[in-house]
């Protein structure tokens, strides 16, 4: 069975602190793993995604498959980071089905 | 440039009634995917479809169904509405089966 874990629903740190998101997933396969955003009053939009291993407004992921884990970084959080940020699995099914976690709401003070 | 645009954004249905939500991808794409996102909860996979065909399909009973339109647009339909139905249905297109999924608003279904 295909499974996201998030075990967080809230995080708050303060403007300049390190942030890290933690994603846990089970799929005996070979997922593909996202991380997708929500801003307040905003459409749901893909943040980044393990293949590309890019960074997007200074976040990273990496997959970890001994750990089965693909956490969110960013060293230093900016305000404008708080949102509701979902973890994702797409499996090798052959077609987009996208395995969503819970959630996290990251809330970033000044 | 608009992106995925879904109609309508809010209804209020009655138990036991049937709904139809409407969808309509980004232009040039060809598959779109329904979610549903029941609140507290990330977004659970009902349907794909990809060139007007069933691509893939969730955990979800009969009744509810899709279907995608030669102009890539596409309805979810659910009948027999149960109190539990009550969600927020996302919308997403994608210009092929596995590419980047493009959300809409969604529409916030409430039963009564």
């Known amino acids: 069975a295909q499974r996201v874990t998030q075990p967080e629903k809230l995080l708050s740190v303060f403007k300049g602190a390190p942030v890290e998101l933690k994603c846990n997933y089970s799929y005996s396969g070979s997922p593909e793993l996202f991380w997708y955003v929500q801003y307040s009053r905003q459409r749901l939009q893909l943040l980044l995604r393990h293949i590309s291993r890019e960074s997007i407004k200074g976040f990273t992921a990496d997959l970890n498959k001994g750990e089965t884990s693909f956490h969110l970084k960013k060293p230093f959080a900016q305000e404008e980071d708080s949102a509701m940020y979902y973890c994702?699995?797409?499996?090798?099914?052959?077609?987009?089905?996208?395995?969503f976690g819970t959630g996290t709401r990251l809330l970033v003070s000044p | 440039d608009a992106g995925v645009t879904q109609s309508p954004t809010h209804l209020i249905k009655t138990r036991g009634q049937h709904v139809t939500l409407r969808c309509s991808p980004i232009s040039g794409h060809k598959s779109v995917s329904w979610y549903q996102q029941v609140l507290g909860q990330g977004p659970q996979f009902i349907f794909q479809?990809?060139?007007?065909?069933?691509?893939g399909r969730g955990n979800f009973p009969d009744r509810f169904s899709a279907r995608q339109f030669p102009n890539y647009s596409s309805e979810l339909n659910v009948n027999a509405l149960l109190l539990g139905d009550s969600a927020l249905y996302l919308c997403?297109?994608?210009?092929?089966?596995?590419?980047?999924?493009?959300f809409g608003q969604g529409t916030r279904l409430t039963v009564v």
């Open positions: 479809y990809y060139e007007k065909e069933e691509r």
């Open positions: 994702a699995l797409s499996g090798d099914t052959g077609f987009q089905k996208l395995v």
């Open positions: 997403a297109s994608s210009f092929s089966m596995n590419t980047e999924a493009f």
